[in-house]
């Protein structure tokens, strides 16, 4: 009978030390991985910030948009008083039939927030690379909550970091792309809210796609995206 426990007690200990071994490789692996994520992530993230200092060389061009269309709008708002701000947020400029008072306050914020008689294309040069980086932020967001997959996260980054045209085209001329921060915020609420069915998402969820909405035409292919992913 003693025997017979001490075996028993000897399979347990014994079994107890595989265990204890399993979880160690199990739990090195995973240290393994984490730090293959982190260091994959690390130089994808170098060289999108190494590309967008050579970016930071290159102004947005004298004739764009930006410099003679939404530049001087911003001047014009602060300028006026309170009332012909309100209007020139809706308003129509260079007869053009744009309703975008979301990149017409923008370009406001970038003449208050720049210094007396700046150079329109310095600054919207570096509000160019802060939205970029918005955009990256926001869509590296928006994937992981979707899927909560760190690989499918990596493999978006290092996807968005290699589309030099688009990167391009996003760092140099910025007004365009603020629908696209507003598009990815309301797929992040939406998402949210059919998973939670929380009010407050819902609430966040609409102010948001009102204010895509009045942020650029290019807003407008959000649409179709949300309705084919909430139904």
């Known amino acids: ?132 980086l918005i955009i990256v932020i926001s869509s590296l967001s928006v994937v992981f909550v979707l899927w909560k997959d760190r690989q499918r996260v990596l493999i978006f980054f290092l996807l968005l970091a290699f589309n030099l045209s688009l990167s391009w085209r996003v760092m140099i001329v910025s007004f365009l792309s603020i629908s696209v921060v507003f598009s990815l915020w309301c797929l992040f609420f939406l998402h949210r809210f059919l998973q939670k069915e929380k009010r407050s998402d819902l609430i966040f969820f609409c102010g948001i796609f009102f204010t895509t909405t009045f942020s650029f035409e290019t807003s407008f292919i959000v649409m179709p995206l949300l309705a084919v992913y909430a139904f």
């Open 1 to 132: 009978m003693i025997n017979f426990s001490v075996g028993i007690l000897k399979k347990f200990q014994s079994a107890y030390k595989s265990r204890d071994r399993a979880s160690s490789i199990c739990l090195f692996k995973k240290f393994g991985y984490d730090l293959l994520f982190w260091a994959t992530f690390f130089i994808i993230g170098f060289y999108q910030i190494s590309y967008l200092f050579q970016a930071a060389q290159y102004f947005i061009p004298l004739g764009d948009d930006g410099v003679i269309y939404f530049w001087p709008v911003g001047q014009f708002m602060a300028q006026s008083s309170l009332k012909d701000f309100f209007i020139s947020l809706v308003s129509s400029f260079f007869i053009e039939d744009h309703l975008s008072p979301v990149c017409y306050f923008f370009g406001y914020l970038c003449h208050i927030l720049s210094p007396v008689d700046a150079n329109p294309s310095l600054v919207l040069n570096i509000a160019g690379k802060l939205l970029y």
